[in-house]
């Protein structure tokens, strides 16, 4: 499955390990969960599988790289030039020659130095510690000494030090956008069954099982068992194929896969790919292989040209006929100089250059694919709307900090109906009269927008709000916190839950307050699943015998489980009409750019521990939908206008409803 470099034993498994159990993970590394590995076993194992470091990550050599400016057949020709040259005593030219010469390798020596040293200052900046047990304690060890078969604990914050096989999680998410872009978090479950599957048909992000070196912990907490170190990590894979080079076509010198004369034919290629890459003809960015064609194409005109002016001279070789020859030096000079150029525009915008040639791929670029949450988005989500069956639609306005609940105002207006049908949009989309009447709504809006902010109070909480605002704040793991010392509002959580707790604050029915000042406790939880893509917890409140089972997620997943919409006398079944009229009311959100959220809830008499998720998320009641807003990054739009106007095509990727994503799109 994995082939093994620099010497050391490959890390192998029957099948890859999260689709094995983990007792049978535990078995193939020779490890125990309790007691982790003894000093002298990890110290053997790291002496058969190598550190737990990529291939690359030494300290820069200073001579390595002024050897990669010096050893190129470019230069070789200018040394020639110049030595021509002083070889015939024009010593002004050779001047010039050996001032590009200089030029050119000092300018490329200290940009890509400079480079490489900063590389090296974020790769000890990204070098972590792992908290392992070795012998039934947990130390702390560098994460280069992490071997297969280490059992390591990470929580939240923590920068995961291999790959892992996860024996327990709590919920336990992981930013894996270094791995796969997506921006989101990924819930980890140890419960899913993988047995079936491999690792082709199922992707990195997909295997919840699985916690995967450099990815950070968002939430939670968990315990893993070693499996892949070093470059037989996922990333490390990643940075193989990157810095792998592979063997050209034909270049076997084997008779059975080209006959004969495969042998001969393989040895003529491997020999001119050498020269080629010596010459710059093979290797190199596109423009540097032209370049270097189109210098050797006109010092091949100079030599002959030379011998010309040799023969019409009967070879009477003199200064002057033989300067000929020198005709590439200006190349280099303006090669260098232009991306030098470009470098520092780049370091400017704190930008680090590696190689001079990296300018010339970024200026090839003709497509660019952005995540949106967290990318072309601000990452910090505001609850912009809740609409209410039989109350009206609530809206946030002027919410500035995604933290701060007292900034801002809440209206209550009746709910919007439906618009018009898609055939309807497209047919009136041009029509001025329809054109007029928007405006006219939008004039109005700010009318009454102005004169509801002026009375600068939140509506009264009536018992529908006052259910969905328990709901909301109870179904949340997020905390929202005034430092009194810098006078600010702090949140700690999923941006998503932080939008939802904050809504909850504006009218004081924050998670902290229900919990301590109105008696309400939490008995279980039912954490989030992307399968599912909701959660549900189960509160009692005081010392009653009942219970309440809050829910939230996904409103086609939650409105599945409901039997009824509303509370009080605003209550009624959920019948296929009134699922329509909800899932209306979704799109209409949606089409304003807001990720939508279900709330719902139960009531029972009794709790039984462990009760299965399926018996606790039925027959629930939906309360309201949640609309959250992560406004678009200030500079997005900016950016999106230069790429197009440099024809580069921006294309958005998200998980979104097509219709917030048509929004955030057109914003």
């Known amino acids: 499955m ?46 058969k599988y190598g550190p737990n470091k990529l291939e690359g990550e030494g300290a820069v050599q200073w001579y390595r790289v002024l050897l990669k400016q010096v050893s190129n057949a470019m230069i ?42 900063k590389m090296d200052s974020l790769r000890a900046l990204s070098s972590p510690s792992a908290a392992v047990i070795r012998e039934g304690h947990i130390v702390t060890i560098p994460s280069g000494e992490v071997v297969p078969g280490d059992i390591v604990q990470i929580k939240t914050g923590d920068t995961v030090p291999a790959d892992l096989r996860l024996i327990e999680a709590m919920n ?16 980890k479950d140890i419960t899913v069954d993988f047995s079936t599957s491999t690792e082709f048909d199922t992707g990195v992000g997909d295997r919840l099982n699985m916690a995967y070196s450099s990815s950070t912990v968002t939430k939670g907490r968990g315990k893993g068992i070693v499996v892949f170190t070093g470059m037989f990590t996922e990333i490390g894979r990643i940075a193989q194929s990157m ?24 040895v003529l290629l491997r020999i001119w790919d050498v020269i080629g890459e010596f010459l710059g003809l093979t290797v190199g960015t596109p423009l540097q292989r032209k370049l270097s064609k189109l210098a050797y194409v006109l010092f091949g005109c100079a030599i002959l040209l030379a011998i010309i002016v040799f023969g019409v001279n009967r070879f009477n070789v003199t200064n002057e006929v033989a300067i000929y020859a020198i005709s590439t030096e200006s190349l280099i000079a303006v090669l260098t100089i232009t991306m030098v150029v470009g470098m520092t525009q780049m370091r400017k915008r704190r930008v680090v250059i590696r190689q001079l040639s990296a300018l010339e791929a970024l ?24 609409w209410l069956p039989g109350v009206g639609m609530y809206t946030v306005h002027d919410a500035e900090d995604a933290a701060d609940p007292t900034k801002g105002n809440v209206s209550l207006g009746p ?10 949009e497209k047919s009136h989309q041009f029509s001025p009269e329809l054109n007029a009447r928007r405006a006219l709504e939008r004039t109005s809006s700010k009318e009454d927008l102005k004169s509801s902010r002026s009375e600068d109070q939140a509506p009264e909480v009536t018992p529908p709000l006052q259910e969905f605002l328990q709901s909301t704040a109870l179904c949340n793991l997020a905390r929202i916190r005034f430092d009194a010392q810098k006078k600010e509002w702090q949140a700690i959580g999923d941006p998503t839950e932080i939008a939802l707790q904050v809504f909850t604050h504006r009218f004081q029915l924050g998670k902290q307050t229900l919990e301590e000042k109105q008696g309400w406790t939490q008995i279980a939880e039912y954490p989030f699943d992307s399968s599912i893509k909701r959660m549900s917890v189960v509160y009692r409140k005081g010392e009653k015998d009942d219970v309440h089972i809050f829910t939230k997620g996904a409103v086609e997943r939650v409105i599945e489980l409901c039997t009824s919409i509303g509370t009080g006398t605003n209550q009624r079944p959920i019948t296929p009409e009134v699922k329509d009229e909800v899932l209306g009311q979704m799109n ?14 139960r009531q029972s008499p009794s709790y ?46 998200t998980g979104d409803h097509p219709s917030t994503a048509r929004a955030i799109a057109k914003e």
Do not use: W
């Open 588 to 601: 209409l959100l949606a089409a304003q750019g807001l990720r939508v959220m279900a709330i719902a809830q």
């Open 415 to 424: 709910s919007p109906k439906p618009g018009v049908t898609k055939d309807e």
């Open 363 to 386: 200026g090839g670029v003709t497509n660019i694919c952005s995540d949106k949450t967290g990318t072309l988005t601000q990452g910090q989500m505001v609850t912009r709307k809740a």
């Open 172 to 187: 336990l998410e992981c930013d894996e956008k270094i791995l796969t872009g997506e921006a989101v978090p990924v819930a």
């Open 2 to 47: 994995f082939s093994s470099s620099n010497g050391y034993t490959a890390q192998e498994y029957p099948r890859h390990p999260f689709a094995l159990p983990d007792k049978e993970v535990l078995s193939h590394v020779q490890t125990n969960d309790q007691t982790g590995l003894d000093p002298l076993k990890a110290q053997e194992l790291q002496g």
């Open 76 to 117: 070789l020709v200018l040394v020639l030039a110049m030595a021509l040259s002083y070889g015939v005593t024009d010593y002004i030219e050779g001047g010039v020659i050996s001032a590009v010469i200089v030029l050119n390798v000092t300018i490329g020596f200290y940009q890509e130095y400079q480079a490489e040293k």
């Open 243 to 266: 810095q792998g080079k592979k063997r050209k076509a034909n270049r076997s010198l084997s008779r059975r896969k080209g006959g004969n004369f495969q042998p001969a034919k393989g």
């Open 608 to 653: 039984v521990a462990e009760t299965p998720r399926e018996a606790i998320e039925t027959s629930l009641t939906l309360l309201g939908l949640a609309g959250l807003y992560d406004p678009p990054r200030l500079e997005t739009a900016a950016a999106v206008r230069e790429c197009t106007t440099a024809g580069i095509k921006v294309h958005m990727l």
